[in-house]
């Protein structure tokens, strides 16, 4: 059964692409950096996972990308933003939505090349962040790409600037100015943004079989990239062409 939450109950489908709507330019612009980030790791043929893809915002790029011998999947914990995604992406042949908690997963081991999480879902989903990495990690192949991502310390201003234009618009509830700050977003209504830091991001992959890259893009995003090792001992080569060299 999928468990409700803000993003399911209230901010989603046509109330969620509003909020996106009225962004200011350089929200805009961060909101298209983090897209162009991930695109820039799909290669032709990719099969691809977008974990809270909403209302399918991100999917036409990368499914662009993956070209028509790939498949980008996009799950969503709300059947109303699916329902808004299939419409919007009905004449994309190579893209599949699903309804799907993104704290589980219902895919086999090691099905995806490259498994993303952006725009923050890593705490706007408001589930176990280390066990969401653990997941991502757990459907992505060996050599293939994690890429989570959160918010710049440094765009903190127009972060702010939009969730107050999302406010006045009745989209989220009040800002409560109290107890916003120090990259915590509180509104009246009980909903909380909050972020991952780079220690934050490194304490969460700390022991995994992945090597760890935290970057910050376009001065607005924090991605950690999580690139998953092969087992030891794995040979990268087809059964059938592996040849003996003495």
Known sequence: MISGGYYTDRLAAERLRRCYALAPPRVRQYLEAEIA????RIRPGALVLDVG???GRAIPAWAERTGR???????????ESLGLARRALKACPN???IRMEAQS????????????CIQNGVSAFHVDERHLLEECLRVTRPGGTV??????????????EWFRLQAREGLIGDIDEKST???????????RAT???AARFRELTGGLTADVTIDEVDGSSLFCEIVKRHPPGRSLLHPNRRRRID
């Open 195 to 197: 972020t991952v830091s």
């Open 53 to 55: 893809c909403g209302y």
């Open 147 to 160: 890429l989570i991502s959160s918010y710049a310390e440094k765009f903190w201003p127009p972060r702010l």
């Open 181 to 191: 700050g120090r990259g915590v977003i509180a509104c009246k209504d009980g909903f």
């Open 105 to 116: 997963l219902g895919f086999i081991d090691e099905a995806f090349e490259v498994t993303a």
């Open 37 to 40: 980030h991930v695109s820039s």
């Open 95 to 97: 893209v599949c939505l």
């Open 69 to 79: 011998s790939g498949l980008v999947i996009g799950i969503d914990t709300s059947a």
